[in-house]
């Protein structure tokens, strides 16, 4: 895959993914919050491949939440030893070390078993659950996702409560002076 990686506000990112998708979420009767911090630090990054992530996330939160509910899409600036996450992540986390621009997406939907929440990542994963038969799909979102994230020096994960909603997170490193200088 290639990548075009330039100085960009993740904020923009967000924006056009909820452009995009409005009529989708419209349609299934949800309702699509961002809540964007203001002034967060520039990230270096393919605006296109993080647009590609966004919109398989919120697609995914669309697909598995019920009519009349929320999603919520938050940007915020995070250090790396502040994020928490369930102990399957942890060898992923503990990988990350400075300052992130953490983009999450929190649905109200059927959830995900706590001992599938690894395996989402793997190639052509389809929860065994009577709801992801029939909406379909190729499997294959997450994946190319976490291939896409891994190429920022990000990571991705998720935390969900059966039956209560999943949330989606990303990570990417903010532009250090450091980093400029090098
Ligand atoms: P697909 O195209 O099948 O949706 P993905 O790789 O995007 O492929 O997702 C893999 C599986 O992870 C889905 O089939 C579903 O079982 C589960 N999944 C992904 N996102 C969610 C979500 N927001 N809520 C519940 N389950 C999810």
């Known amino acids: 895959m290639d990548y075009h990686f330039k100085d960009m506000d993740i904020n923009s990112v967000i924006e056009d993914v909820k452009n995009a ?25 393919d605006s296109q ?25 938050k940007s915020e600036l995070v250090n790396a030893k502040d994020l928490k996450c369930e102990d399957c992540f942890a060898p992923i986390l503990d990988k990350l070390e400075g300052e992130y621009i953490l983009v999450s997406v929190k649905d109200e939907g059927i959830g995900i078993a706590k001992e599938n929440l690894l395996h989402v990542f793997d190639k052509f994963a389809q ?21 896409l994230i891994e190429a920022h020096k990000g990571a991705i994960w998720c935390n969900s409560e059966e039956g209560q909603g999943t949330t989606f997170y990303f990570a990417i490193p903010v532009v250090t002076e450091l980093q400029v200088i090098k």
Do not use: C
Request: charged share 25%; net charge positive.
């Open 49 to 73: 491949r993080l647009e590609q992530v966004l919109t398989n996330l919120v697609s995914n939160a669309v697909k598995f939440t019920p009519e009349g509910k929320s999603i919520v899409v």
């Open 127 to 147: 929860i065994e659950n009577s709801l992801s038969r029939k909406v379909g799909g190729s499997g294959l979102g997450l994946p190319i996702a976490k291939q």
């Open 21 to 45: 998708l409005s009529v989708l979420v419209k349609d299934k009767g949800l309702t699509l919050i961002t809540k964007e911090s203001e002034e967060l630090p520039k990230i270096n990054a």
